[in-house]
Each structure stands twice: as structure tokens, then as C-alpha cells.
């Protein structure tokens, strides 16, 4: 389940480490090559709830495999595209199946363990998310400069087939829901805690993708162009602290963990705001941001989970969808921003929707981001 999530999240990401040369190589600017992640998690937006809903029935490793060869086809495609058009339409494809695996895995996982360790589980299932953040991104930054991008792609699909080996031997099938069982989308919006968990999951991660999708835009007027790399496996280095952390802690400070998460970030912001041209505070602002939002995944999922109860796949499907939006929203917000200011801007705006982040987070005390030890349904 964690090199699941290591492939799917470092497909959507990878672009943000690489948009100098992919917008060179197929001729476009650096804000439309950015829209190669936004792609992806329109993708995502489209399908994850839909999709979810449709085959909540299917035995799960047949679904988990049919999504996962959906990657390999469209990693290929991107290595392989001389077309931004294809390229895009192939990230799309990488999107739909990417939403469906982000619905699947924490269901999935939490199924193989015991009640009291469903957070740890979906801390573990999620580090291979984090990983991705943490080297994955800056090495396929790197081996852009050293090789070319394509290359990167290439490996994804090299190791998406062998995920496909080791899923067919290893992992556990498990069947889907009778259909009988299946909670409407609606009634599940409506359960108490579930729609402020999505709104902080909305804000949260469109914060974070204006900032991370175009990192290397906002780095480059600071003199840092050559530190893309540095910066992103600051950022990832420190999440991995964060997802241990979040795994040992979840389910007796989950709120307290995520009003953390709010205000470290928020500092982020502020340091890459006020300090960006000293780059000592820019590493330190990205070490923050990692801190915050290495274990966000593991305490958003937790905390719809815990609040769905039997509803749970349907509501990781909308927080699957809501996480997108987020990732969406930032390639859009974001290259809006480069297009009519400039990159500075950029951490002003996160800074903006992380206020109502945090004020959400901290009213929503008995549903949602509660202050009782988890794990009893």
C-alpha cells in the first residue's frame, strides 16, 4: 500500500520539480506545463467519487491492480508524448486511476489491521506519499537537469509493472460492499464531523499546491533557480518526521496534531513572505513546511474515517476528491498569480486560506477534530 501511494502521488507531483524543462522541451510556458499536475487532479476530481461509488462492490486487489496498470499506461505516454495535448490527456488518464487508488488505500489498509491501529495504518499506507515528497520529487528534479525529463517517467513505468508483481503476490483480497449497504453520497455529506474535515482538507492542500507546484518559479527571483531540489528535499526530509509522528500520535491528539499543522504552515508562509530573500529562512520555512504537512494525509484520513464509521469508503472518496480540488485549485490560483503579480505573491495567498483552515479546525470540537481518544466504533 506505500509503494502504492509513492507511485500514484509522485506521478501527480513529479512536474513541480521539472517545469523549466518540460515547458522548453514541448513548447510551452512554465504556467500552462504546470497545468500537467492540475490535469491530473481534475482527473482525480472526476473520478474518485463516481468511480468509488461504482465499483465499491468489486473485489478489492482487481480493482487496486486495474488502477495501478492505469498508471503504467500513462506514465508511458507522457515519457513517450511529443504532444502537450497528449501529455495532457495521458496525466488526465493518471488522475482517474490516481483517484480511485487515493479512495482505495486507506479503506484497504485499515481492513488488514485492528480497530486501535487504523491510524498507524494509514500512517504507513500514506509514508509512501511522503517518501515521494521527500526524494522522489527532487530526485526526478535532478535527473531532469542531469538527463532529461522523459527519464523519469520511463522509471515510473519500469516501477509501477513491478508493483504489479508484488501486488498479485503479496496483498490480500478482500470483497467489496453488498450493494445494500452502500451509504448514499448525500446522507454521508450530511454525517456530523464529516464536512468540516472536508472544507480544512479543501483549504489545506490548496495552500500547499500553490506553493509546492510552482516552487521553482518562486525560488527563481530569490537567486535560488539551482535550488529547487535542495528546497524540496528540505521540505520532504522533515515530512517524513512528520508521518511517524502523526502514525504514534493520531488517535489521542488528532486535533491537536492538526492545529499544529495549521499554524506551523501558516508560519511557513509568513517566513517565505517576509524573509524569501535570505535563503537560510527559506530552508527554514520549508522545513516547516514539511513538519506541518507530512502527516496531514494520515490525520484528514483518520478524522473522516472515525467520523463516516460505516460510511468510510464513500467518505474517503469525497476526501480523496476535496484533496484534488485542492491540488487543482493551486495549479490554477497559482499560475493566475504568476500570470497577473508575480511569484512573491505566492505565500500571501496560501497564508489567506489557511486562516479559515485553522478556524475550522478549532470549531469543530465534537465532530471532526474531536479531543477523545479514537479507534472505539
Not at 227 to 234: K, R
Request: glycine share 12%; net charge positive.
Amino acid at each position: 500500500m506505500a509503494t502504492t501511494g509513492f507511485i500514484t502521488l509522485l506521478t501527480e507531483t513529479m512536474p513541480a520539480g521539472m517545469l523549466p524543462e518540460m515547458s522548453r522541451d514541448l513548447g510551452v510556458s512554465e504556467s500552462a506545463a504546470g497545468q500537467s499536475v492540475t490535469v491530473f487532479a481534475i482527473g482525480a476530481i472526476l473520478a474518485a467519487i463516481p468511480l468509488t461509488k461504482a465499483t465499491i462492490g468489486w473485489p478489492r486487489r482487481h480493482l487496486l491492480l486495474l488502477a495501478i496498470a492505469g498508471l503504467a499506461i500513462a506514465n508511458t505516454v507522457t515519457a513517450l508524448s511529443g504532444s502537450f495535448a497528449l501529455t495532457l490527456a495521458a496525466r488526465c488518464l493518471g488522475g482517474i486511476v490516481g483517484g480511485l487508488l487515493w479512495a482505495l488505500l486507506a479503506g484497504y489498509a485499515v481492513r488488514m489491521v485492528l480497530p486501535h491501529q487504523r491510524g498507524k495504518a494509514m500512517a504507513i499506507a500514506m509514508a509512501g506519499a511522503i517518501v515521494a515528497l521527500s526524494v522522489g520529487v527532487p530526485a526526478a528534479a535532478l535527473l531532469a537537469k542531469l538527463v532529461e525529463w522523459r527519464y523519469a517517467f520511463g522509471i515510473m513505468t519500469v516501477l509501477t509493472l513491478a508493483l504489479i508483481v508484488w501486488v498479485i503476490a503479496a496483498v490480500p483480497n478482500f470483497p467489496g460492499q453488498p450493494r445494500g449497504s452502500r451509504l448514499p453520497l448525500t446522507r454521508t455529506f450530511r454525517i456530523p464531523g464529516v464536512a468540516p474535515v472536508l472544507l480544512v482538507t479543501l483549504t489545506f492542500v490548496l495552500a500547499h499546491s500553490i506553493l509546492y507546484t510552482y516552487i521553482a518559479p518562486f525560488l527563481t527571483p530569490l537567486g535560488m533557480a539551482g535550488q529547487v531540489d535542495a528546497v524540496l528535499l528540505t521540505f520532504g526530509l522533515v515530512s517524513l518526521v512528520s508521518v511517524w509522528i502523526a502514525g504514534a500520535l493520531v488517535h489521542r491528539h488528532l486535533r491537536l496534531l492538526m492545529i499544529l499543522a495549521c499554524a506551523l504552515f501558516a508560519t511557513c508562509t509568513l517566513l517565505l513572505g517576509i524573509f524569501s530573500g535570505v535563503p537560510t529562512l527559506v530552508y527554514a520555512g520549508a522545513a516547516l513546511w514539511g513538519l506541518a504537512f507530512g502527516g496531514t494525509s494520515t490525520l484528514l484520513q483518520t478524522a473522516v474515517a472515525e467520523a463516516a464509521g460505516d460510511a468510510g469508503d464513500v467518505a474517503q472518496a469525497l476526501l480523496t476528491t476535496g484533496w484534488n480540488v485542492g491540488i487543482a485549485g493551486g495549479g490554477i490560483v497559482g499560475g493566475l498569480v504568476l500570470s497577473g503579480l508575480d511569484a512573491s505573491w505566492l505565500s500571501w495567498v496560501a497564508l489567506a486560506l489557511l486562516v479559515p483552515a485553522l478556524a475550522t479546525v478549532l470549531t469543530a470540537r465534537q465532530h471532526g477534530f474531536t479531543k477523545g481518544e479514537l479507534g472505539r466504533r
